[in-house]
């Protein structure tokens, strides 16, 4: 569990807007939206929306004043694509999570981020291991080589990094093939996949004769 000092920011700050742009305008639970890597003369990885257009992102930082680094004990809700239409046109991947508290959140990044490839590699390798809802660590982490430092996730379980070597393998292929729209298929596949397992819903049949037989802030409970 993570202690948190909020006392930076004004008990009245919302993040409905931001949610509600994200999520596509329906309605949703979700009590803040955290992008990833959001400075990137910053060493923290995750950052709360602010609200109100203009405002800058919000490191996420312990009360000890370290930088978030981990999601922890939090199960799965829902994974979904966001198609912004702006002028970067750039393709998000939205996670949805629960706290074991019940606070839920959402992680948003870009869909081909080295960030977003690791982690819907690791959701992918607890689906095929038979349970994408038990509950996991989300680690996030800057790489230290290169003027960009891009940021990289890891779902673990128990210590254990999940990963999905076969996507692994299509994605490095692709990638070092210069392949930008397979790459892109690739992980568009995976969260469609991701997103049926957890939306599985009753289906109503019809038949013609009847049948005889879901600056710093960080909630308390991540």
Same mark, same amino acid.
């Given at each position: 569990?993570? /202690?948190?000092?909020?006392s930076?920011?004004? +008990?009245?700050?919302?993040?409905?807007?931001?949610?509600?742009?994200?999520?596509?305008?329906?309605? %949703?639970?979700?009590?803040?939206?955290?992008?990833?890597?959001?400075? $990137?003369?910053?060493d923290?990885?995750?950052?709360? !929306?602010?609200?109100?257009?203009?405002?800058?992102? /919000?490191?996420?930082?312990?009360?000890?004043g370290r930088h978030?680094?981990?999601?922890?004990n939090?199960?799965?809700v829902d994974?979904?694509? !966001?198609?912004p *239409?702006?002028?970067?046109?750039?393709?998000?991947v939205?996670?949805?999570?629960?706290?074991?508290?019940?606070?839920? =959140? &959402? =992680?948003?990044?870009?869909?081909?981020?080295? #960030? %977003?490839?690791?982690?819907?590699?690791?959701?992918?390798?607890?689906?095929?291991?038979?349970?994408v809802? @038990?509950?996991?660590?989300l680690?996030? #982490?800057k790489?230290?080589?290169?003027?960009? $430092?891009? @940021?990289f996730?890891?779902?673990?379980?128990? *210590?254990?990094? &999940?990963?999905n070597?076969?996507?692994?393998?299509?994605l490095?292929?692709?990638?070092?093939d210069g392949?930008? $729209?397979?790459?892109?298929?690739?992980m568009?596949d995976?969260?469609?996949?991701?997103h049926?397992?957890?939306? =599985?819903?009753?289906?109503?049949?019809?038949?013609?004769e +009847?049948?005889?037989?879901?600056?710093?802030?960080?909630l308390a409970d991540?």
């Amino acid at each position: 569990m993570t /202690i948190v000092s909020t006392s930076a920011l004004s +008990p009245t700050v919302s993040t409905t807007s931001i949610v509600s742009e994200f999520a596509g305008g329906q309605s %949703s639970n979700v009590a803040m939206t955290i992008g990833i890597g959001l400075n $990137k003369d910053s060493d923290a990885v995750y950052f709360r !929306y602010a609200d109100e257009a203009g405002e800058q992102p /919000i490191a996420l930082l312990t009360a000890t004043g370290r930088h978030l680094s981990t999601l922890g004990n939090v199960t799965l809700v829902d994974v979904g694509l !966001y198609e912004p *239409g702006d002028e970067y046109n750039t393709l998000k991947v939205n996670i949805t999570l629960q706290s074991s508290a019940g606070t839920q =959140v &959402m =992680v948003t990044a870009g869909l081909t981020t080295f #960030w %977003s490839m690791s982690v819907i590699g690791g959701l992918m390798a607890m689906l095929l291991g038979g349970d994408v809802t @038990c509950p996991f660590n989300l680690d996030t #982490w800057k790489g230290n080589k290169g003027k960009i $430092k891009p @940021c990289f996730g890891a779902v673990k379980i128990c *210590g254990t990094a &999940m990963r999905n070597d076969e996507m692994y393998t299509s994605l490095t292929d692709a990638r070092s093939d210069g392949n930008k $729209k397979r790459v892109e298929e690739i992980m568009r596949d995976a969260v469609q996949v991701l997103h049926a397992a957890l939306n =599985v819903n009753a289906v109503d049949v019809a038949v013609d004769e +009847p049948l005889t037989s879901g600056q710093e802030e960080v909630l308390a409970d991540f």
